[in-house]
């Protein structure tokens, strides 16, 4: 078991309901969470440091996830932040698009918590 501080998690969504979900969900698993209703709002947030993962939803009003993920992996101070992109879109282009802006993870809603949880787990574990 890990001794070393609870890891940080970014959930990033513009539906307040889901930054709940997922901060809840997330916390309850000893995880901790800070969330961002606009692309915006992370980028404010990451100014006071990486956390350990980015949940990234893409459809915002403000800002497409996958543009906002391209802009992390390319910034030195988070390119090597692991981010998981969740969104209910369908098709295989929004998955090759997620995973060509530097996305590890493609999450389709509606997932199942338990999955989310155990991919979540393995990346954060990963050396």
Do not use: H, Y
Not at 25 to 38: M, P
Not at 81 to 110: C, H, N, Q, W, Y
Not at 113 to 124: G, P, Q, V, Y
Request: with cysteine; glycine share 4%; aromatic share 4%.
């Amino acid at each position: 078991m890990n001794s070393g501080p609870p890891s940080k998690v970014l959930v990033v969504d513009d539906d307040p309901e889901i930054v709940t979900f997922l901060s809840t969900l997330l916390e309850l698993e000893g995880i901790e969470s800070s969330v961002a209703t606009s692309a915006a709002a992370a980028l404010e947030q990451l100014q006071q440091g990486p956390p350990d993962l980015v949940l990234l939803d893409i459809a915002m009003p403000d800002r497409d996830g996958i543009d906002l993920c391209k802009e992390l992996k390319s910034d030195p101070r988070t390119a090597e932040v692991p981010v998981f992109v969740v969104s209910a879109r369908p098709g295989k282009d929004v998955v090759e698009r997620a995973l060509a802006a530097g996305a590890e993870e493609f999450i389709r809603k509606p997932f199942e918590n338990a999955e989310l949880i155990s991919r979540i787990r393995s990346r954060l574990s990963a050396p």
